[in-house]
């Protein structure tokens, strides 16, 4: 099946997809953060083809989510490390990883992410960046953002639609 592009789609989860919406760069991406950073550690986790870990590596670069840094110079080496872009993935694989704990993991979540300071499981929820209410779906109305004309949005959606 021919990979299609999102790059012209006006929609910030497509541009996104675009760039980490193949799952073996976002299962690069969650080694990454469990401080993974070598090609080799990278292929031996994934057990992904040489070939196709090059590729999907070397498009996370591009797209600035890793950072290539030489570690050694003869032979040529180098490690792969999250840049600032690929740190704010962090709350997206959380909640991925949350919603596979709960549909797809019977017998439990195979990890859990513990709050070094007071020592509990962590969790990933939306909240309201002014006022600090949790929130869901229902709690937002979608509007056209700085980046995209009302009449581009057609009719004020309202999310997960009636009730």
């Not at 006006?10 to 690069?28: F, H, M, N, R």
């Not at 986790?45 to 950072?67: E, K, M, Q, T």
């Not at 840049?83 to 993935?89: A, I, P, Q, V």
Request: with cysteine; charged share 25%.
């Amino acid at each position: 099946m021919e990979k299609k592009s999102f790059a012209g789609m006006d929609c910030s989860v497509a541009q996104c997809l675009d760039v980490v919406g193949e799952w073996w760069s976002l299962l690069i991406v969650r080694d990454a953060f469990l401080g993974f950073t070598r090609f080799e550690q990278f292929q031996r986790r994934l057990g992904i083809s040489r070939n196709i870990l090059d590729a999907r590596l070397n498009r996370l670069v591009a797209s600035g989510v890793l950072v290539k840094v030489p570690y050694r110079v003869h032979p040529p080496r180098s490690e792969y490390r999250l840049s600032d872009k690929g740190r704010d993935l962090w709350p997206v694989l959380t909640a991925l990883r949350q919603w596979g704990d709960r549909y797809s993991a019977p017998a439990g979540p195979p990890v859990e992410m513990i709050h070094r300071r007071c020592e509990r499981v962590t969790t990933a929820v939306m909240t309201c960046e002014a006022c600090g209410d949790v929130m869901t779906y229902r709690d937002v109305d979608v509007v056209a953002g700085p980046g995209r004309d009302e009449a581009a949005l057609g009719a004020r959606a309202t999310p997960g639609g009636s009730d």
